[in-house]
């Protein structure tokens, strides 16, 4: 669906948190649109750590996309949708480790385009999250039992070697 013959995905769709206050096929992105949307993506990543019976994953190569400063200069159009405890983390995490409250900011983060990080389980599990709302699942099991219920989240799983 939305493909040309080539397999490319053809929709115009929004693809990043600046996008919000635009329309996209006659559609105005919102704060609640995508804040909606942003959740499904954090659910998933739980979803597929629960299947694993994970509740933390190493996070390695952090990288801020900006200085702290920077960081809050650019974010004042939607510095609302920044919680305290999500602007303390960007600022402040420097373990190894993270939680599920972890790994939900820096999903949240990733998603954003503020910061970039290798989150993992060793041989089990690696979710990397790109520009352009890109998400990607390596997993040491199949994920079939679990497809369904993320496509039901409003989620495009696409199977790839």
Not at 68 to 90: A, M, Q, T
Request: aromatic residues 14%.
């Amino acid at each position: 669906m939305f493909r040309d013959e080539a397999g490319r995905y053809q929709k115009n769709e929004w693809t990043a948190i600046s996008d919000i206050g635009k329309s996209f096929d006659g559609i105005l992105l919102t704060d609640e649109e995508y804040i909606s949307v942003e959740d499904q993506y954090v659910r998933a990543v739980k979803l597929i750590m629960k299947f694993h019976s994970l509740t933390s994953l190493r996070a390695a190569n952090l990288c801020h996309s900006f200085s702290n400063e920077e960081f809050l200069n650019l974010i004042k159009p939607y510095s609302h949708l920044y919680s305290e405890r999500l602007l303390d983390f960007y600022s402040n995490f420097n373990g190894s480790q993270a939680g599920l409250d972890e790994v939900e900011s820096f999903c949240r983060l990733q998603l954003r385009e503020d910061i970039g990080v290798k989150l993992f389980a060793p041989r089990k599990l690696k979710v990397f999250i790109g520009y352009d709302y890109l998400m990607g699942v390596y997993s040491s099991k199949s994920l079939n039992p679990i497809i369904q219920e993320i496509s039901a989240m409003g989620l495009f799983v696409e199977e790839f070697d």
